[in-house]
């Protein structure tokens, strides 16, 4: 398993970033921006759109190893909170929705690391509100043009997207090494 084949998405009700990874190769990566007048449809609008993201990379990707989606850990408030009691909810059904309610191929693992897990060693967003350091990480590691992800308000879930899926990369090949 030299080069897995990773499908990351940063769930969101207001733009999902989504990024298809093999080995050290970023293949795809975009948004979706859910629509509906209610949570329940717009939740319903992620699961069918990224679906079709799952549905149409398995057709020209073979081997899709893992469906990364990110999961919260802790609640916080207060001025540094990114969640509040208020945009809590949604988030966690978006992560529900796209965690528990996407058909994965067989034999295709779903992981669900924290923010806290996979972010260690990546740029902090703490004071960085579209998360450009993130931004400018991911495109150098992938070797991106500067603005390659797109617009500021979107490329930070791109972003966090692709270094989703770079984090189960490496977490795929040091457990592949060491026979997990």
Not at 46 to 53: E, N, P
Not at 92 to 112: H, N
Not at 129 to 141: D, F, N, P, Q
């Amino acid at each position: 398993m030299s080069k897995p084949l990773v499908l990351a998405f940063d769930p969101s009700t207001d733009v999902t970033g989504y990024a298809l990874v093999r080995g050290p190769d970023l293949l795809d990566a975009g948004a979706l921006r859910p629509k509906g007048d209610t949570l329940y449809a717009a939740c319903r609008w992620l699961v069918d759109h990224a679906q079709a993201v799952i549905d149409n990379m398995a057709r020209g990707a073979e081997g899709l190893e893992a469906v990364v989606v990110e999961f919260p850990q802790v609640v916080t408030y207060g001025k540094a909170a990114r969640r509040s009691a208020a945009t809590l909810p949604n988030y966690g059904v978006a992560v529900g929705a796209l965690a528990y309610g996407l058909r994965i191929p067989a034999g295709c693992r779903v992981m669900t690391p924290s923010a806290t897990e996979w972010t260690r060693g990546y740029p902090p967003t703490r004071d960085d509100r579209h998360k450009l350091a993130r931004v400018r990480y991911a495109e150098s590691i992938y070797g991106l043009a500067e603005g390659a992800l797109g617009a500021k308000t979107v490329a930070g879930n791109v972003a966090d997207a692709a270094l989703l899926a770079h984090w189960a990369v490496s977490r795929l090949v040091l457990e592949a090494r060491m026979g997990a």
